[in-house]
């Protein structure tokens, strides 16, 4: 089993700053990719950030320029940086974890609320 724990949501004035972590732990061999995705009240979950593990990044276009994706190992930290009130969503981190025996599987953390209001 892997664990995805995401840790760093909360209350921020449109503008500011805040900074999500995603830890992996459990049965990790190796991970591909991880990114973080999030879910809006009322909406569809959409992609936020990936990071693979050759360290390429890809951003959506809401958020180019305002938020930075960086990866350690099996963490990956999500920066986020000018929040607009549309930035508020539930947060969720997704990795994609290799096995000993070369199988992939797609993991989710339960996520970490993000909201953007003064």
């Known amino acids: 089993q892997v664990q995805l724990v995401e840790s760093g949501g909360g209350l921020v004035q449109p503008g500011g700053s805040l900074r999500l972590s995603c830890a992996a732990s459990g049965r990790v061999f190796s991970i591909d990719t991880m990114g973080w995705y999030r879910q809006a009240p009322g909406k569809q979950r959409e992609l936020v950030a990936t990071?693979?593990?050759?360290?390429t990044t890809n951003y959506a276009d809401s958020v180019k320029g305002r938020f930075t994706i960086s990866r350690d190992k099996s963490t990956v930290y999500l920066q986020m940086n000018s929040l607009k009130p549309e930035d508020t969503a539930v947060y969720s981190c997704?990795?994609?974890?290799?096995?000993?025996?070369?199988?992939?599987?797609?993991?989710w953390g339960k996520g970490t609320l993000v909201t953007v209001s003064s």
């Open positions: 990071h693979t593990s050759d360290g």
């Open positions: 997704n990795a994609w974890v290799i096995d000993s025996k070369d199988v992939g599987m797609a993991y």
